[in-house]
């Protein structure tokens, strides 16, 4: 059952510091890199939220010793397992790579929503790397073997980044390594890409990306390793949001100083929205102007920031465009028709493109029906984002935080106390 949630109205300009919990994408690649791992790992500050617990469950159906909060055991990966995604991508699209090393078949589906996910494109990579899998989309049965011949696959990757990830994380433990062509129109979300390549090399795997849209990962071992798990800084942007909405004032502790993650771009666009940003002694802070500025952005490399960007059009001193991103229809619900929806449902204008969104703000007030998460924590968030300025405005299903961030209604009414 869900429940709807009275999204609360600021009363003052915010002023809150805010500690999000570790990265969603950094805490599921380190749990499967320490699942292949000639070792034990040591994992400090994880992410325990659906996405990640749903991973750590999948690794120990198959055989790996998970403690989210504090270390990961590998063991011989065994099959004839059943995986639960979750609505999670890191999960669907990171795990058929991993589960075709088992000695067996791993039966992986997910909630509803996630059979509609794009899956083919990995899938049909694995089949092309020498793994039998039935099925195209969730559900589908990777029929492990024990090994995986490897080699090169082209694929077109302009879908989705996870695709790639979910190759090269488990592609120096085939007998060929793996290399993987990208072919079609620009991959999304670059951060992700890059991060998944770090992460590679600080376990010994080598890594060949000189070439663009062409990864080369080479055979061999993959470390054990001590990680320390960057907050989810994407996770951050609605914190920080509730700043600019407001004229307040956030600061968000532990912001790395050079990072993969594409929420490190809030900064920039916070900035040109008219916020002053400032990053002093590892901690950002965000004060909000007096009215927000409408910008023209290219969200490509950062489609995850979407939703909490589009609240903050909402409110800005004109339109907004936001391009480049096709690939939200693939998330976990059709992101651009949903903020067309749930916006146009306050009377803000709001209409999609072929690739993006234009955001023409109007007066908004709360709609007799509640804006709706179509299970997606990022609508979720993003509606809270807007119930700090449009007063009696319901949040259904706020619960679906969960998947990245338990606890955020908690997490809010602290920041607003
Ligand atoms: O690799 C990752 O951890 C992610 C990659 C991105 O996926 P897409 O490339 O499908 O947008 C991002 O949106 C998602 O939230 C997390
Ligand atoms: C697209 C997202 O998630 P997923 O990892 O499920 O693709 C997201 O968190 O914005």
């Avoid at 929503?113 to 990995?122: F, K």
């Avoid at 024990?146 to 080699?151: F, K, M, T």
């Avoid at 998330?331 to 690739?355: F, K, N, P, S």
Wanted: aromatic share 4%.
């Amino acid at each position: 059952m869900t429940t709807t949630w009275p999204a609360p109205a600021a009363t003052a300009p915010v002023r809150a510091t805010v500690t999000v919990p570790g990265s969603k994408s950094i805490t599921n690649r380190v749990l499967v890199l320490a699942a292949l791992a000639d070792g034990g790992s040591l994992v400090r500050g994880a992410l325990v939220s659906r996405d990640t617990e749903l991973m750590a469950a999948a690794l120990r159906s198959l055989g790996v010793g998970v403690d989210l909060s504090t270390a990961v055991t590998p063991g011989p990966l065994r099959g004839d397992v059943d995986v639960d995604c979750g609505l999670a991508g890191t999960v669907m699209r990171f795990l058929p790579a991993l589960a075709a090393l088992a000695d067996g078949d791993v039966r992986m589906d997910g909630d509803a929503h996630a059979r509609t996910r794009p899956m083919s494109t990995v899938l049909g990579a694995l089949r092309t790397l020498g793994v039998d899998v039935s099925g195209d989309a969730l559900p589908f049965t990777v029929r492990g073997t024990g090994s995986v011949r490897g080699g090169e696959v082209e694929l077109d990757a302009s879908a989705s980044s996870q695709f790639v990830s979910g190759l090269l994380l488990s592609g120096a433990r085939y007998d060929r390594g793996l290399v993987v062509r990208h072919v079609g129109p620009p991959v999304p979300s670059r951060p992700h890409l890059d991060m998944t390549v770090a992460m590679l090399r600080a376990v010994g795997v080598d890594v060949d990306d000189t070439v663009p849209d062409v990864w080369r990962v080479s055979p061999g071992p993959v470390g054990a390793h001590e990680w320390d798990v960057e907050p989810d800084l994407s996770n951050a942007t609605p914190f920080l949001a509730a700043a600019a909405v407001t004229g307040g004032t956030v600061t968000i502790p532990g912001w790395p100083s050079t990072t993969t993650q594409p929420g490190h771009a809030i900064r920039d666009v916070l900035v040109r929205m008219g916020c002053s940003v400032s990053l002093a002694g590892g901690a950002l802070t965000v004060t909000g102007p007096t009215r927000l500025v409408g910008v023209e952005l290219d969200l490509h490399d950062v489609g995850e920031l979407t939703p909490t960007i589009a609240a903050l059009c909402a409110v800005a001193d004109g339109p907004s465009t936001l391009r480049g991103i096709a690939h939200l229809r693939g998330h976990e619900t059709d992101r651009l028709a949903a903020l067309v929806i749930e916006l146009t449902a306050l009377g803000c204008g709001a209409r999609e493109t072929a690739d993006g969104l234009v955001v023409t703000p109007a007066p908004l007030t709360a709609p007799a029906r509640a804006w709706s998460s179509y299970a997606d924590h990022r609508m979720a968030t993003a509606g809270a984002v807007l119930g700090l300025v449009v007063p009696g405005l319901q949040v259904d299903d706020v619960g679906t935080t969960a998947k990245t961030l338990p606890g955020f209604t908690s997490m809010w009414a602290r920041m607003l106390a």
